[in-house]
């Protein structure tokens, strides 16, 4: 019997484990853009205006990582995603990201984040020989 394929929120928190012991350095924050908002339809509007008010951009990457003149962005999806899993909102503010000369990456797994963050220059401490 195959298993489901994790959901996003599994495959974040596989690469945040990661991170933690990875790169200890890099601080790693999570941007809730409102996917897990919770109550009826109106009640869900209603926060993600004040959220917009607040200052959240829909669309943008799930894990933002600072370390010591660097800085990586990742947007994380279920593994075999396909292009149409990106929305548009994305699409359009990685878009700007990346003009501004910080390009997310598409990461499905942990090994996907460790791979994209020795290539930003992220300050690693332990070596994973299996990632790529």
Known sequence: MKLPPPKEREVQRSILRMAGTH????LIHHSPNGGHLAG?????FKQAGALKGDGMKPGFPDLICFWNHGVALMEVKRPGYTPSDVKDEQVKIHGTLAEMGFAPAIVTSPADAYAFLIERGAPCRVPWRDAA
């Not at 790169?23 to 890099?26: K, M, Q, T």
């Not at 009826?40 to 869900?44: H, I």
């Open 23 to 26: 790169f200890p350095d890099v």
């Open 40 to 44: 009826d339809k109106l009640a869900r």
